[in-house]
Structures are given as structure tokens and as C-alpha cells.
């Protein structure tokens, strides 16, 4: 029975066009432990090859192929169609481009906006040290560093920012994963330039128009909370605001 | 708007949050027992005229919405109605002015009558 059930073909519907398109509807052979990038891979490979989709690590760790899986942002090399389609109900799988993004074509988006907003937030790091200076040092187990290793190992997929109503309402909000990297820099005791990015972070682009609703620390598939971190960002900007410290 | 304007004003909508959830708590229980009791409204005005605590304690309630409000409908008029700048600044400056009217108007009833 399993053998036979295996064989009933996926039925998937993906985005086809641009920012004005349509869904098109492809079967796909069912494979065991088969990802939703599997999937993409062989309509690609075997059925229309002009399909445009970007992937290149395939486990997980480049974050270039984020979808829209059945209306949620995922990335795709880590999630199994059995996770997100039931067969026995014969589940369609829809794909479409990541949400907030202009789209350039089928399941590729523009992600300009969302990089360029991280150099918004102020995402560099500003070191003082140079290569004659001795290395500083992080004790591994300082409220800082613990702060910083909660957020750093963001892979740039933009689930989170796709998943985000407040950047559908307010497009120049820098998001949940521009202020995660401010927050990871806030919290690095190496870095000089605090202030700039406490006031390229504040105000109503910034860490204050996020409404708290998490659905970007329930959705990041590395397990990160901006929502925790844009928090932070909040209760600093306001204390600086306050002792004047960001006009 | 200044980011620094922006950080404090959300500074003033967590304060004013905060004491709107005592306030609130405290008004809904004092009514619940008023009711419960079968105070008439002329029972009522006896009591809370004249009473500094019962003043002092609903002109907070009414300072901390007059503070809250405007700022949360400016929320809204951005992100849901793509309204902003100046024309919102002055519209919510009415909000606020008309707030504190009604809602000091009504204090003002309560104690002195
Ligand atoms: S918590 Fe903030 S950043 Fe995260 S999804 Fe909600 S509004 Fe966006
Ligand atoms: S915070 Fe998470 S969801 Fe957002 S870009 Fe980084 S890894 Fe992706
Ligand atoms: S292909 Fe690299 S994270 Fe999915």
C-alpha cells in the first residue's frame, strides 16, 4: 500500500510570470523524503525548463531558496512536502515568491530592498582595532556575547521579512532581519559606532513600528527572535532618546 | 517625523499603556460594585462628589488616554490608511485637544457637579 500510495503524483501550482502572472499546475512523481526544492528542481529538469527558482547550498545554509509554501514563507531545501501536504487528502502544493518582494520572474524575487536595508540599520561592523593591536577579548559567557549568539546565525533567506504585515503596510520599514543584525551589533562590546545605529534604527521605519506579533521569530527556520532583539532595540533607542542622545 | 520623537513618543504610549491597564482594571471594578450594590446614579454623585482621591484618580485615566490614543490612531492612519505627515499631525492634534475636553469635562461632572 505504501508502495502504492507513493506512486500517486504530486500536484503542484507555481507562480509563473512576473509581478503580473498566474499559477500554473505541474505533477510531479512522489518520492520519499522528497523537499519542496526537489520538487521545483524536477519541474525544472524534466518538465519546463524555463522556470526560474534561485537554491544553491541545499542544506540549509546559503538561505537563497525561500518560498512561499502553501501561503507560508519557508526555505524550501528543509522542507519536506510530507511536513506542509497530506497525500491521503491529495494536498496541492502552491509556490509562490516570497511575499514583500518585487518579483522578477516565476519564484525569483528582487532582494535589493531587503539588503540595502540592512546597510540602513546599519548592519556593518565598525572595528578600531588594527592588525597591530592585540585581538580583543569576548568571554564566551558574557550577557553580551550570549545576546550576540542568539542572533547571529542568520542566513540573509528573508522568510521573516516576507512573513512581516508590517512591511506590507509600511514598505520602508527595515524589518525584522536588518534590525536583527543591528541588534547583534549593539550587543558586540568591539563595535564604535553605537550611537549612529541606535538613530539609524529608531523611529517609525525603524525598531518602533514592529507590533510585537512574532510571526517572523515563529517563522525563521534558524530558530532566531528578532522580535526579542527589535524589543532591545526599542528599550535602548527610547533611553537614548530620552537622555538626548540621538538628535 | 525625528527618530528621537519617534522613540519618545513610544516611550509615552509604554507609560501610558501601563497606567491604562490599572486604571481600566480599577474603573471596570468600581463599576461592578457600584451595580452590585444597586447604587442609583444619584447615590453615585453623592459619593464621588466632593472626593479628591475620585478626582485625582480619573484625571490620571483621562491624562494617560488623551496620551495613548493619539498616538495608536496615528498608528493606524499610516499603516492602514496611508495617511501621514502634516494634515495627520493636525487632525490628531484635534484628537487629542477634543479628548481632553470630553474627558476632563466629565471628571469635572463627577466631582463638582
Ligand atoms: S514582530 Fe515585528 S518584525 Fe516580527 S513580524 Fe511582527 S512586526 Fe514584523
Ligand atoms: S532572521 Fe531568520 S528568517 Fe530572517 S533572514 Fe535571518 S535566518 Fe532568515
Ligand atoms: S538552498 Fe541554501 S538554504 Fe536552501
Redesign the pocket.
Known sequence: MVGLSLMRPLKVKIWRGGQQGAFVAYEVPRLASQSVLDVVTYVQRSLDPSLSYRFSCRVGMC?SC?MSVNGV?R?TCRTHVAKVTDEARDDVLELAPLSNLPIIKDLTTDMSEFFDKWAKAKGQFTGTLTRDDEFSNVKPDSPERKKVDA?I?????????A?CDTVSWRPDYLG??AL?RAWSLVNDVRDAAQNDRLKSVAGDSGCHACHTHTT?SE??????E?TAGISGLKRLAARAAIRGELD | MKASTQAKLWYAQRISAMLLALCVLVHLVTILYAMRGGLSAAEILARTRGNFSFAIFYFVFVLSVVVHAPIGLARIAEEWMQWRGRSLHIALLLVTLLLTVLGLRAVWGVYVG
Open positions: 538561505g525561500a514563507a526555505w542572533a546565525e542568520c542566513i540573509g533567506c528573508g522568510v521573516c521579512y512573513s525584522p532581519a536583527n517572523c517563522r525563521c527556520p534558524k530558530g532566531i528578532p
